[in-house]
């Protein structure tokens, strides 16, 4: 298959590479020149613009920073550009309502268009294990579907557009207050003298487990290995734990949902993020 892939960066780079890695003809785009030798050197084809890759092509993937952003794409280079009857799936993680904007858009002119944001960070990209969590009709979600399991482990249909982007930050949302919550429990434990594999020990296999503890536990040397064994190095970066966790607040507060611990944890990352953007988002145990 013909593939236009469009933001080649620290995920949509390793993305790319699988996409050619599974046999298909890969045209790549970004704006960044290193993106492009990259992506060059993993077997895609590399082109000036986007509009340029995508000339004649079956489908179109992106990975791009924002909404404002993958909107301007869609509008200026994709739709129209690509093919009619090529399919389009954006991966970016962006608000709701600017992926069913961008998705009607692509429909009104003809193209089908998921929205299919990822979960997993940069190993999970190069390695091809993303789970995806789609949004679209099913015709359009059936058409993605081969396209994304070349870069995921799982691919699972949320609903009509936009319910991929609204999976994404309820998960993320869940997963910011889970790891706020274990890390208050093990700093907690420590103060009262339990040693804190004893607390894993216990907690582990009790009503406190969850996944912030037996996945990514935000103490080292305790639960398999995680960033916290790597001073909270490489894994999912704290800015962008909080880029997420505003897009949870914006769509909760257009739906009327009420979520104070989300907007509490937006604040806790919020602080957090002002010195420590970079760190894992399991770092935030070192404010406790
Ligand atoms: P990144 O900044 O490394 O990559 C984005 C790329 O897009 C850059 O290479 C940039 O040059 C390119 N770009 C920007 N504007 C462009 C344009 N107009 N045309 C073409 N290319 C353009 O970001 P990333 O970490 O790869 O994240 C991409 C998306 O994936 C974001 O929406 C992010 O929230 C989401 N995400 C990231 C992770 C992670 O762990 N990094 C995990 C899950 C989801």
């Known amino acids: 298959m013909k593939i236009a892939f469009i933001g080649l960066g620290n995920m949509g780079g390793g993305m790319a590479a699988n996409l050619a890695k599974a046999g298909h003809d890969v045209r790549a785009f970004d704006l960044a020149a290193p993106a492009l030798t990259a992506a060059r050197d993993a077997g895609c084809t590399t082109f000036d613009t986007a509009k340029e890759a995508c000339e004649g092509v079956d489908a179109v993937v992106s990975m791009l920073p924002n909404g404002a952003i993958v909107k301007g794409v869609y509008e200026n280079e994709v739709i129209g550009r690509a093919p009619a009857g090529a399919v389009l799936l954006d991966c970016s993680t962006i608000d709701v309502a600017t992926a069913r904007d961008v998705i009607g858009a692509a429909q009104g002119a003809g193209y089908d ?61 869940l997963l910011a207050v889970q790891m706020i919550g274990t890390a208050e429990a093990f700093s907690m434990a420590d103060k009262l003298g339990l040693d804190p594999q004893t607390f894993y020990d216990i907690s582990s296999v009790s009503s406190g487990q969850c996944w912030s503890m037996t996945s990514y536990c935000p103490v080292p040397g305790v639960g398999p290995q995680s960033p916290s064994d790597n001073d909270y190095q490489g894994g999912f970066a704290s800015a962008l734990m909080l ?46």
Do not use: W
């Open 113 to 173: 268009m998921v929205d299919a944001p990822v979960s997993g960070g940069i190993a999970a990209a190069n390695g091809g294990t993303l789970t995806f969590m789609v949004g679209g009709t099913d015709a359009a979600f059936k058409r993605a579907e081969p396209i994304l399991s070349a870069m995921g482990k799982a691919v699972i249909h949320a609903g009509d557009a936009g319910n991929g982007q609204a999976a994404k930050i309820c998960n993320n949302m």
């Open 243 to 288: 880029k997420d966790l505003k897009l949870a607040m914006e769509a909760a507060g257009s739906a009327g949902a009420n979520t104070p611990l989300g907007k509490h944890a937006q604040e806790i990352y919020e602080a957090f993020v002002q010195d420590n953007g970079a760190l894992d988002f399991s770092g935030i145990i070192k404010t406790l």
